[in-house]
Each structure stands twice: as structure tokens, then as C-alpha cells.
């Protein structure tokens, strides 16, 4: 059985899309869903409340990693699905994560595509299918077996920002065994049409590398902020 965690913050109206998708949410298989809000957080997303499967959970700690973490820590399925609130999993969804998880692998990545559909962005998400720089980031949507994040130790609640990069980069030096599904997710394009194309890219790639080379996790939410704008997510 599967337990989706969803870290949020001011996402009520992604949300609202997300829980429209039947395709994995009436899935057999789909324990529950659970949202962890930030204790910051200042939209309705209490009223998601009633929703078969979804539990609401308010979080004491700000951060996504401190909110999947808390989430984690009461789910009941035996694979946890770490999502964002603006991606739009595929039809298919549910069974090609039991389908990946019951053929050898402890845990996955899907491919995504922009719901904005243009060449640019298309380029940027052809490199989601393919294993390398930027794999492991949480658009992505990590799922993988309860047993092996146990043992990975959960996600660092220090790093302030990148902590899915930062868990990617355990479960390699592990090796635990991933794979990356072919079917592409929908993610939201805002952060592009809140900046420019290059502005984010560039920004991406200073991060990666920073990161890489053992940047503070503080430092690097300090320097995003500075150079990325995010009014829709204030």
C-alpha cells in the first residue's frame, strides 16, 4: 500500500486541481494522502479536510524537509510518494510506481513535462528521463520503500533548501537501486513565467553546483530567494 506525502505551503488552489485527478486517487492501492502544512501557512487548505483519504497534518517546523519528515513518521503504507502540490501525476501513475517497486527496484523518479508547452521548456524536460545532473530533484516526485528511507535516515532538516538532492545523493553512496518512469508528470511552469527561462536556469545550475560543493543549505535558500522571484508562493 502507498502513503502520498505532500509538503505545503499556500497551495489550496494546486491542491484542489490535484485532488480532480482520479486516476490515482481512487486507486485500490492509494492508503492515504497526507498534506503537511507549514506552520506558516495562511490559505484554506483545512477545508481539503473531508476528502476520502486525505489527512491534513499541521507541522510545528518550517521547511519542506521538517514537513515530509513529520508526515513520514505517521504514514501506514508501506512506500511513501513525496509530491509537490503543483504536480499532476499521469494516468498510470500508481501502478508504475507498484509495477517499478515489485521488479527490483527500492526506489524511482518519474519524467515530467511543463504544462506550459513550449521549445524551450520542452528541452528542460527532456533531460528529466534521462539519469544525471539534475536527477533526484522533488519534481520528480520520489517514491520509494518505507524500509529503505528508514534506513536512509529521512530527509535533513537543516538543509534549508536542495534537501531532495541531498537525500538523491545518500541513496547513491548506498547504492540503492532507482529507476526513472518514463511518464511524464505535469509541473507547473511558474516559476519560469514569474522570471525569465535563462534567469532560472542559470540560477538552477549555480545551485547544483554550489550544492555540490558542500554550500551551507541556508546560504543557498538565501541566495535562491535573492535571485528567484516567487509571488505565488509568499
Request: charged fraction near 25%; glycine fraction near 6%.
Amino acid at each position: 500500500m502507498i502513503s502520498i506525502i505532500i509538503p505545503v505551503h499556500n497551495e489550496f488552489k494546486n491542491l484542489q486541481r490535484l485532488f480532480k485527478v482520479d486516476s490515482f486517487l481512487a486507486h485500490k492501492k492509494l492508503l492515504e494522502i497526507i498534506v503537511a502544512v507549514s506552520p506558516s501557512n495562511s490559505d484554506s487548505v483545512k477545508l481539503l479536510d473531508n476528502i476520502p483519504k486525505v489527512k491534513i497534518v499541521l507541522c510545528e517546523k518550517k521547511g519542506r524537509a521538517a514537513q515530509m519528515n513529520k508526515a513520514s513518521k505517521m504514514a501506514l503504507g508501506s512506500a511513501f510518494v513525496f509530491l509537490h502540490a503543483d504536480v499532476v501525476p499521469p494516468v498510470g501513475f500508481i501502478d508504475n510506481i507498484l509495477h517499478s517497486l515489485q521488479t527490483g527496484y527500492d526506489a524511482g523518479f518519474f519524467s515530467y513535462r511543463f504544462d506550459k508547452d513550449v521549445w524551450y521548456l520542452r528541452i528542460n524536460a527532456s533531460f528529466t528521463a534521462k539519469d544525471g545532473l539534475f536527477t533526484g530533484g522533488g519534481d520528480q516526485c520520489l517514491f520509494i520503500k518505507k524500509d529503505v528511507f528508514r534506513k536512509l535516515g529521512t530527509f535533513n532538516e537543516e538543509q534549508a533548501l536542495m534537501e531532495d538532492f541531498e537525500f538523491f545523493s545518500k541513496m547513491k553512496k548506498l547504492k540503492v537501486p532507482y529507476t526513472i518512469v518514463k511518464n511524464d508528470l505535469v509541473v507547473s511552469a511558474r516559476k519560469y513565467e514569474c522570471n525569465s527561462y535563462l534567469r532560472v536556469n542559470l540560477t538552477n545550475l549555480l545551485l547544483v553546483i554550489l550544492f555540490k560543493l558542500g554550500y551551507p543549505g541556508d546560504k543557498l535558500k538565501t541566495l535562491h530567494n535573492k535571485l528567484i522571484r516567487t509571488p505565488y508562493n509568499g
